[in-house]
Structure formats: structure tokens, C-alpha cells
């Protein structure tokens, strides 16, 4: 496909169950990010993948949530033992690189609801 | 603490009713501001990057400005499909790569 997916759109899980969303990015693209978006607020920044160095983790709320990118393409996020909290859309973004003012070009989300 | 403020939070225009949105920000050295359209549902589409004060960019109805304190979306005869959420984010010169949001400017635009 021509831009980023994700997967699942929409999820809907009991508290203290575990979660994992997937991104395909877009093909080339080197740098990866993941966000999450909650009502009337600006996106919060949650990690940052480029090619093979090590990713920059630190908008990670807790030690509850954990990213991957294999192979350099395809990322997961997965949150453990969910709160009410988590709930959000979370949305990931590629860019042709990191930097360089590139623009980011988002999917349309995960919709995750935590009951 | 660099900081991005959209104003205002929803606008709501009659079709044809020409406007502006408002993103002013705070950063140390800005490397670009960008502009981002949301519609319900749907990933923030990329419209435009501004990198210097004076900068102008155009695109169909939207025309984006850029000063040294802030940034104008000014929207021309706008249309009903002209709705959507319109979100700013900027690049300062302390990070590669991570952007600071605004939290967006709801935009509805009546037939």
C-alpha cells in the first residue's frame, strides 16, 4: 500500500489485559514514530525509530509499554496489564528520515478502549 | 519549556466566510512549523512546512504565514469539506526529529 497502516482500527479489551498494535510504514521509510492522541490534547510522543540505531524512548509513560521495529519495517507497540488510562488513539507516523524537517505521514490509529 | 498554542479551539464559518487559525509557539531556534489537517477517524494529513519568518506557502483555499512568535492558516471562501481539525507542530533546534503539537483547531465550515 502507498501510505502507513495500523492495525487493529479499533480494539476494545478489559483492564489488565495486555495489548499489541501494529504499524506498517510506509516502504523506504527509515524513521518511525508512535503517539498517542486523547481528546482535546496534542499528540504525545511516544518513541522514535530510525534505521538500526537504538530507538529514543523516553516519551514511554511507564515501563508498561514497549515498542519494536523489525527488520526496520514493521513496528509493535504492546502495552501490559492495561489501565483506564491507556485508553486513547494511538497513531504512528513514518517519514523518509529522521530530521531534516521531514514531514511525517501518519496512519489513521488504533482506537483503544479499556473497560 | 518550548510550548505550542492553537487559537482558537473551534471556529465555525459560513461557506464563503473567509478566516484565520492561530499557532503561536515558543522553542529554542526554530527548524520548521508544521501544518497538519484531521479529519474524524482519520491520521493527521500533512499540508504544509514553513522554515523562516516571511515564509508564505499556498495550497488551494489554505494559505500558511510564518513570523518569528507565530504562524496563520488564513482560509479564502472556505467550502463544507474544508471541516476537519487543523493542528500544528514545530521542530526546534534542541531535537533531530521530535515535534511539539498544538492541540488543534476544530474548523466547521456551514453550507
Known amino acids: 500500500g502507498a501510505g502507513v497502516s495500523q492495525s487493529p482500527s479499533n480494539k476494545v479489551t478489559e483492564k489488565g489485559k495486555d495489548v499489541e498494535l501494529r504499524c506498517d510504514p510506509i516502504s523506504g521509510h527509515t524513521a518511525l514514530y508512535w503517539y498517542r492522541q486523547s481528546l482535546g490534547q496534542g499528540l504525545e510522543f511516544l518513541i522514535y525509530?530510525?534505521?538500526?540505531?537504538?530507538?529514543?524512548k523516553s516519551g514511554l509513560p511507564s515501563d508498561r509499554f514497549s515498542a519494536e521495529r523489525t527488520g526496520g519495517s514493521v513496528s509493535t507497540l504492546t502495552i501490559q496489564r492495561t489501565q483506564q488510562e491507556d485508553s486513547a488513539v494511538y497513531l504512528c507516523a513514518s517519514s523518509a528520515m529522521g530530521g531534516m524537517n521531514q514531514p511525517q505521514h501518519f496512519g489513521d490509529g488504533t482506537r483503544l478502549s479499556i473497560l | 519549556e518550548d510550548q505550542v498554542t492553537q487559537s482558537p479551539e473551534a471556529l465555525r464559518l459560513q461557506e464563503g466566510e473567509s478566516s484565520s487559525l492561530n499557532c503561536s509557539y515558543t522553542?529554542?531556534?526554530?527548524?520548521?512549523l508544521f501544518w497538519y489537517r484531521q479529519d474524524p477517524g482519520k491520521g493527521p494529513e500533512f499540508l504544509f512546512t514553513?522554515?523562516?519568518?516571511?515564509e508564505e506557502k499556498e495550497k488551494e483555499r489554505l494559505k500558511a504565514t510564518l513570523t518569528k512568535k507565530e504562524s496563520f492558516l488564513h482560509i479564502t471562501a472556505p467550502k463544507p469539506e474544508d471541516s476537519a481539525t487543523y493542528l500544528c507542530a514545530v521542530q526546534g533546534s534542541d531535537s533531530n526529529y521530535q515535534l511539539i503539537w498544538g492541540a488543534g483547531t476544530k474548523l466547521i465550515i456551514k453550507p
Open positions: 522553542v529554542s531556534g526554530l527548524r520548521g
Open positions: 514553513l522554515y523562516s519568518a516571511g
Open positions: 525509530f530510525q534505521g538500526n540505531s537504538a530507538p529514543d
